[in-house]
């Protein structure tokens, strides 16, 4: 059996991909900074909603950025 992962998780997690190379606090406020810029209110919504059920398959920086955007 196949899973669709969410759109904004594989794009929260290519973000991660691109930004991971910072140091880990400095790599996770690039991260919520980029989110909070540039993207949608309703897919920022989703996002948080993911990490809230449990965040499976999510990269651990974009569950810190998104606890950093609150």
Excluded at 34 to 52: E, K, Q, Y
């Amino acid at each position: 059996m196949t899973t669709t992962v969410p759109s904004e998780c594989r794009m929260a997690n290519d973000i991660a991909r691109n930004l991971g190379h910072l140091p880990g606090e400095e790599a996770t406020e690039a991260i919520a900074g980029h989110i909070g810029r540039f993207w949608d209110p309703r897919m920022r919504s989703r996002l948080h909603a993911f990490v809230d059920a449990g965040a499976e398959g999510l990269d651990p920086l974009v569950v810190a950025a998104v606890k950093l955007l609150g």
